[in-house]
Every structure is written in structure tokens, then in C-alpha cells.
């Protein structure tokens, strides 16, 4: 099974260790959505979304490129960090996901260290995060997403 995923991870890398350690269970190419390299989402069985959490919400970036390159109907996943709280979540890539009848995999999300702001001051928060633990429960989401796509299993 072909994945790929269109991230973007700025803060500390803390979606990408996470994409990382999915992309130890299986063939997933991670594409950052700044390095304006030419896509063809077409050619994977699926594709995901990645961002941390910037001002409660995915990073815009990633949605423009969703709404740009993403085919419809192509089956999705979410991914996304947070130092705190989630705030909306998959929110918007769910919607423009909606919009290209593609049907939702699933979401992974998990606490990523964070020294936004005043946080800085006080050494951050979340230090240590994604833990080796989360990092396993990512391996694990992506390996059942991974079973259920090989089995015709979609919503
Ligand atoms: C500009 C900025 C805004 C952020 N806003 C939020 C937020 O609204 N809620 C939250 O829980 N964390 C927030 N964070 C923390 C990040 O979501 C968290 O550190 C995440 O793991 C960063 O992912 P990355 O290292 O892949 O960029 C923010 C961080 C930055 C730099």
C-alpha cells in the first residue's frame, strides 16, 4: 500500500517524529508542503494530512495544498500535534475532505513539546513529548489503518 503524507512541521518536529515512526511500518513518502516539489497524489491507495496545532487549528498551508492537490474521492487520514489542547482539531481538513468525497481513515493525534510564547519562559511544556509510548500508538494506528485499507475495509 502507497501512502503519502503532506505535512508540515515547524515548531519542534514533533509531527514528524511521528509521521517517522509510522513510516516504519509500511511504504509512506512525506511530503512537506513548503518545499514546492511537484505532487501526484493520484499515484497513492491513500494520503494523509499532518500539521501541529497553530493557533487552535491546522496549519493553513497544509489545507491549501489539500484543496489544491488532493484528488477526489482518494481515501484520507489525519495526523496532528498540540501542546496543550486541541483546539479544532482535523476540523478543517475533515471538511475539504467532505467536499472530494473522500472517505475519513481515521485521526492520530498526540501532545508534542511546546515552547510557544511565554511557555519559552518557563522551559515549555509537553517536554519530551511525543514519548516513546505515543510514538507506539502511531505505529500502531497506522498499521491498522494500513490492515483495513488492504482488506477493501473503508468507510
Ligand atoms: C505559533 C504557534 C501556535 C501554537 N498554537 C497552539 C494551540 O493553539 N494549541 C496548542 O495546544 N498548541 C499550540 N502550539 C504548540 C504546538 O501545537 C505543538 O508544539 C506542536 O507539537 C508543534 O508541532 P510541530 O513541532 O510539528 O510544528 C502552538 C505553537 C506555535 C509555534
Known sequence: MKTAVCYYSRHHGNTLKVLRAMAQEGEIDLIDVTARRAVHLEEYDCVGLASGIYGFAFEKSVLEFARRYLP???PVFFVYT???AKGEGAKSPAAIAG?????????FSCRG??????LRLVGGIAKGRPDTGE???ARSFFRGLKKRLEQGNTP
Open 72 to 74: 477526489a474521492g482518494k
Open 82 to 84: 498540540y501542546g496543550v
Open 99 to 107: 467536499e472530494k468525497g473522500c472517505p475519513i481513515l481515521g485521526e
Open 113 to 118: 513539546y511546546d515552547t510557544f510564547g511565554p
Open 135 to 137: 510514538l507506539e500508538s
